[in-house]
């Protein structure tokens, strides 16, 4: 990622955070618009789970700068997502309905630019989390 994308993933997630509940909101109900079986992979509670998504994209968005830090958590990360039953295609669905969301709660701010940062972005951790997913050993 440039320096630049990483500005605007930034910046634009400053933007969301304080609005972090409504954010999940939006998010889970895209989500299972898109795809309502998922809702059978989530056994906790929503509100506190939006949370904690909205907490680790800040985790990863301050991050972004010294990823190299950071990749162990996110490949555990992954490796938990395994045992949740967390395919790899899941991940394309969640990426959009993210995407959606941003779109959603940055409105005009959410410019090409920013789109292609957090596209960027997602796309790094959702790979890292795959492969971590696929080394794992309970989910082999
Ligand atoms: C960059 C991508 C993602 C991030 C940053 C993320 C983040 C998190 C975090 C922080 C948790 C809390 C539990 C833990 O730390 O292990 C969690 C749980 C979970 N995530 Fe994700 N996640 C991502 C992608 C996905 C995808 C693609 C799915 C598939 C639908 C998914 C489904 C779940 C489920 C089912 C749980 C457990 C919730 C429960 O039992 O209530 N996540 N995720």
């Known amino acids: 990622m440039t320096n630049e994308q990483i500005e605007l993933v930034t ?3 400053e933007k969301i955070a304080p609005r972090a509940d409504e954010a999940a909101a939006l998010f889970y109900n895209r989500l299972f618009e898109l795809d309502p079986a998922l809702m059978n992979l989530f056994k906790g509670d929503l509100s506190e789970q939006g949370l904690k998504l909205i907490h680790m994209i800040g985790v990863a968005v301050n991050g972004l700068s010294r990823i190299d830090d950071i990749l162990p958590a996110v490949r555990s990360l992954g490796a938990r997502h395994a045992v949740y039953g967390v395919k790899d295609a899941h991940y394309e669905t ?4 993210l995407l959606w969301t941003l779109a ?8 090409e630019e920013t789109k292609e940062a957090w596209n960027t972005a997602y796309s790094l951790l959702a790979r890292t989390m795959k492969e971590a997913a696929r080394t794992a050993e309970f989910a082999r």
Do not use: E, M, N
């Not at 969640?94 to 309905?97: I, L």
């Not at 959603?104 to 410019?111: E, S």
């Open 104 to 111: 959603k709660g940055l409105g005009p701010d959410f410019t």
């Open 11 to 13: 910046k634009s997630f």
């Open 94 to 97: 969640v990426g959009s309905a």
